[in-house]
């Protein structure tokens, strides 16, 4: 049975993108990065919705992705993806499945039935469909540095509140702290 977990870096004023899916904020550097690449090398399936799989899958194929950050841009290439989604047809990232119906039927089957973790990345809307539903076994938020004063909350669209206690965390020198929380 697999454990449904997600990873979303967020700003001090709780916005994981800016305007226009900003993200330029994060610094993709440091100690950070370097735990960030210990992460990606695990067996984990990665979930997205179609903006962040379309986001993602534009970068980490590059030889720009490659040459700047050649541990996590492996572990990214190489894992198993599902994107979420009822408009994309097509998939061109290599090793990816793209579900188009009833998400929340779809991911209860997959925790049941997948032998590897799974890790939403970013995708706030799938996020909040599946938090709503009691889905989600782990947040790992990477609280960064910054404020950028309007953006996207990770949980703009959480219908009921969302109870969690924290199962550990990390202060990295650059000042971001990486938070677990389980459901309370």
């Known amino acids: 049975m697999g454990k449904l977990n997600s990873f ?11 305007a226009g899916n900003d993200i330029s904020w ?9 735990y960030a690449a210990q992460k990606s090398q695990g067996e984990n399936t990665l979930v997205f919705g179609r ?10 194929p590059t030889p ?11 572990g990214m ?3 198993e993806k599902i994107v979420f989604s009822k408009t ?5 990232w290599e090793k990816t499945r793209i579900i188009t119906n009833d998400i929340i039927g779809e991911m209860k089957h ?3 039935t997948s032998e590897k973790d799974m890790t939403i990345l ?3 809307s799938i996020l909040a469909q599946f938090a709503n539903h009691g889905l989600v076994d782990e947040f790992i938020i990477m609280l960064d540095p910054v404020a950028i004063g309007k953006g996207s909350s990770i949980f703009q669209n959480i219908q009921k509140q969302l109870n969690l206690k924290l199962k550990e965390h990390k202060v990295f020198n650059s000042g971001i702290i990486v938070m677990n929380y389980v459901p309370a």
Do not use: Q
């Open 64 to 74: 720009m992705a490659k040459e700047s950050f050649p541990e996590v841009a492996e």
């Open 77 to 79: 290439n190489k894992a």
């Open 122 to 124: 970013g995708s706030g």
């Open 51 to 60: 903006l962040t799989y379309e986001m993602m899958a534009g970068f980490w």
């Open 88 to 92: 994309l047809t097509n998939a061109t």
């Open 26 to 34: 994060h610094p993709h550097g440091g100690d950070a990065a370097e």
């Open 8 to 18: 979303t870096f967020i700003t001090l004023d709780g916005y994981y993108k800016g």
């Open 110 to 112: 997959l925790k049941k």
